[in-house]
């Protein structure tokens, strides 16, 4: 097996940290990707904003967990990374990162590398991402509409 880095890019119109808030959004997530479900887990009783270290859950359409990711670098506005916690590709590591578009808005590149591929999930790899990136870029940009 060899590794695999995927890299994907979109535009929105949207601020960074618009898109940056989006990320974080658990609640977002079912409303402009194909997850049902991503629940941060912290504590009971504990309210406050993401943090490196802490651990999300993803679940599909069919309510399976998809993945744990543990976030690893949070630049608020600019780029968020995690890794894969545990699931079925535990080597794969992930990283949003945001910047100013030279004629406004916010241009983003998601990418993650795995470390073990098979190269029949190599095309489908890359087309999820591409759809995920899109998608966030098409949210980002509806939220701009809403508050126009």
Not at 35 to 57: C, F, H, K, M, S
Request: charged share 20%; with cysteine; hydrophobic share 40%.
């Amino acid at each position: 097996m060899s590794s695999l880095t995927v890299t994907a890019s979109s535009h929105t119109s949207a601020s960074a940290a618009i898109v940056y808030a989006a990320l974080l959004d658990a609640e977002s997530w079912p409303l402009w990707s194909a997850y049902t479900d991503v629940e941060w887990d912290v504590p009971a009783g504990i309210d406050r904003p993401a943090r490196v270290n802490d651990l999300r859950t993803i679940r599909s359409r069919a309510g399976r967990v998809c993945c744990r990711q543990r976030v690893v670098e949070m630049v608020p506005d600019q780029r968020f990374s995690y890794e894969q916690a545990a699931g079925l590709f535990t080597s794969h590591r992930g990283s949003v990162d945001l910047a100013l578009a030279p004629h406004g808005g916010t241009d983003i590149t998601w990418s993650a590398t795995y470390r073990h591929t098979l190269p029949l999930l190599n095309m489908l790899r890359r087309r999820r991402l591409q759809v995920l990136v899109h998608d966030l870029a098409s949210y980002a940009n509806s939220i701009v509409s809403r508050n126009a």
